[in-house]
């Protein structure tokens, strides 16, 4: 499984699907979208090949963020990300520069082929 993400420009949030390929990354985010899954010229995925490793795993936010995303604070609404210094790290958790509030990925914009598998 490859990791693409995909970006709305209009409502400004952003998915990262795990798909074998690009058109199969498309036709998710169609179908995520409300689209059907065959609507997909107008769709651009860019492939985040550091987050491949998480196809079968929740996304770590420390792994988000070395990947050069930005991670909002769900206490103060700060974006953290290493571009302005903000989140600290401790092992393998990110906590907000700004309150000190753990950061997280958000599993509800990750579109998977296969649903992780709870233990």
């Not at 498309?26 to 492939?47: C, F, H, L, P, Q």
Request: charged share 30%; with cysteine; hydrophobic share 35%.
């Amino acid at each position: 499984m490859k990791a693409y993400s995909y970006e709305n420009d209009i409502n400004f949030y952003n998915y990262i699907v795990f798909a074998d390929n690009s058109e199969e990354a498309k036709s998710m985010v169609a179908v995520a979208e409300g689209w059907n899954a065959d609507e997909t010229e107008d769709i651009k995925v860019w492939r985040e090949p550091e987050l491949d490793a998480y196809h079968d795993k929740d996304i770590s936010a420390v792994a988000l963020l070395a990947a050069g995303w930005g991670l909002e604070c769900p206490n103060c609404g700060v974006i953290n990300s290493d571009d302005n210094d903000l989140p600290t790290y401790n092992d393998d958790k990110a906590y907000c520069g700004k309150c000190g509030a753990e950061l997280v990925c958000l599993e509800d914009r990750v579109l998977r082929k296969t649903s992780l598998k709870k233990l």
